[in-house]
């Protein structure tokens, strides 16, 4: 049987942010004070894709125009996470979006991913 390092993974106590989710949360807060952001939420929001099977953004997001969107956060994916995001995209009148950092060496910045 294979154990995980579930720390090794990035998964920390709900509610802990990790290293990449708190420097995305201070994109959105500079993001909040330009005006492109009315509100976020770290771990805000549960949603249900099936019995017994629940997806939770890492951040809810309300933009400027009102909309709310759902951000996931990943330093790299794992396929059940992008099957779920794909099925909650589906699901639910959110625009979906996934972002990972990218390097300093090509600008830093977050790539971003529509679903």
């Known amino acids: 049987m294979k154990h995980f390092n579930h720390a090794a993974l990035g998964r920390l106590k709900v509610g802990v942010m990790n290293k990449t989710e708190a420097a995305y949360a201070e994109n959105l807060n500079r993001r909040m004070l330009a005006g492109e952001v009315l509100w976020f939420k770290f771990e805000g929001i549960k949603l249900r894709l099936a019995d017994a099977t629940f997806y939770s ?3 809810a997001v309300m933009v400027d125009s009102g909309q709310m969107e759902m951000h996931e956060v990943k330093g790299f ?3 059940d996470a992008r099957v779920k995001i794909k099925v909650a995209a589906s699901l639910f009148p ?3 979006i996934a972002v990972q950092p990218l390097a300093k060496k090509v600008g830093g910045g977050w ?3 529509e679903f």
Do not use: A, G, I, L
């Open 111 to 113: 790539k971003t991913e």
């Open 77 to 79: 994916w794992q396929d």
């Open 57 to 59: 953004p890492d951040f």
């Open 94 to 96: 959110f625009r979906f």
